[in-house]
T-cell receptor, first 114, second 113 residues
Framework: LAKTTQPISMDSYEGQEVNITCSHN???????ITWYQQFPSQGPRFIIQ???TKVTNEVASLFIPADRKSSTLSLPRVSLSDTAVYYC???????????????FGQGTTLQVKP | GAVVSQHPSWVICKSGTSVKIECRSL??????MFWYRQFPKQSLMLMAT?????????EQGVEKDKFLINHASLTLSTLTVTSAHPEDSSFYIC?????????FGPGTRLTVT
C-alpha cells in the first residue's frame, strides 16, 4: 500500500477555493486515489475517487497528473461547515486480490474562517 | 449511498469488564468489514480485517485475544474489547466494503473508568 504525504493543516476563508495536495510517490499501477472527509467524533465520509486526469462530482474535483505521483483535491467556495480533516488514501480497490484495506495517513486539518 | 451503523454510539465501562460493539451494513451485504481505532487528534489506525465466515486478520501489534472480532453474517461484525483498561478508551470505527467503495460507520466512543 502506497504511503501518502499531506500538509498537516491549512487555513482558508469562506467562499475561497481550497486545494489540498497529496504526494504518493510509490503508487502502483493498479492503485486508485480516494479522499475522505472526517468531522470530529464521526466516521470518515467518502468525497471522491479517481485513477488519472480529472474527476469531478457535486462536492469536489480531483486532479491527477500523468505520473500519478501526486493528486490535488479541490473544494470550490468552501464554507465554515467544510472545516474538517481530509484524508488522501491510495490502494487497489478494484483488484480481486485486494479486500479494500485502507491505511490512513495523518490527514490535513482544514480550518475555514469567516 | 450505503449505510453502516454502529451500536452503541458511546459506552462507559469499568476496568476489567468486556464491551461488545456492533457494526451493521444496513442496505447491503458486506463480506469484508474493517475495524479502526482513533485516539484524540490522531488518524485512524487499522486494527483488523473482518471476513464473513472466517477468522479475522489482525494488524501487527493488535492483540487478537483482547480484541475479539466475529463476522457471523454478511451484515454484522462485532468487536469485543475484553478485560478493558483505561488505555483502551478510544473512538472505534468500523467500515464495510461494497464494490469499490468503503463505507464507514459513525463510530463508538469507549470510555473505560
Amino acid at each position: 500500500l502506497a504511503k501518502t504525504t499531506q500538509p498537516i493543516s491549512m487555513d482558508s476563508y469562506e467562499g475561497q477555493e481550497v486545494n489540498i495536495t497529496c504526494s504518493h510517490n510509490n503508487i502502483a499501477t493498479n492503485d486508485y486515489i480516494t479522499w475522505y472527509q472526517q468531522f470530529p467524533s464521526q466516521g470518515p465520509r467518502f468525497i471522491i475517487q479517481g485513477y488519472k486526469t480529472k474527476v469531478t462530482n457535486e462536492v469536489a474535483s480531483l486532479f491527477i497528473p500523468a505520473d500519478r505521483k501526486s493528486s490535488t483535491l479541490s473544494l470550490p467556495r468552501v464554507s465554515l461547515s467544510d472545516t474538517a480533516v481530509y484524508y488522501c488514501l491510495v490502494g487497489d480497490f478494484h483488484g480481486s486480490s485486494n479486500t479494500g484495506k485502507l491505511i490512513f495517513g495523518q490527514g490535513t486539518t482544514l480550518q475555514v474562517k469567516p | 449511498g450505503a449505510v453502516v451503523s454502529q451500536h452503541p454510539s458511546w459506552v462507559i465501562c469499568k476496568s476489567g469488564t468486556s464491551v461488545k460493539i456492533e457494526c451493521r451494513s444496513l442496505d447491503f451485504q458486506a463480506t469484508t468489514m474493517f475495524w479502526y481505532r482513533q485516539f484524540p487528534k490522531q488518524s485512524l489506525m487499522l486494527m483488523a480485517t473482518s471476513n464473513e465466515g472466517s477468522k479475522a486478520t489482525y494488524e501487527q501489534g493488535v492483540e487478537k485475544d483482547k480484541f475479539l472480532i466475529n463476522h457471523a453474517s454478511l451484515t454484522l461484525s462485532t468487536l469485543t474489547v475484553t478485560s478493558a483498561h483505561p488505555e483502551d478508551s478510544s473512538f472505534y470505527i468500523c467500515s464495510a466494503v461494497r464494490g469499490y467503495e468503503q463505507y464507514f460507520g459513525p463510530g463508538t466512543r469507549l470510555t473505560v473508568t
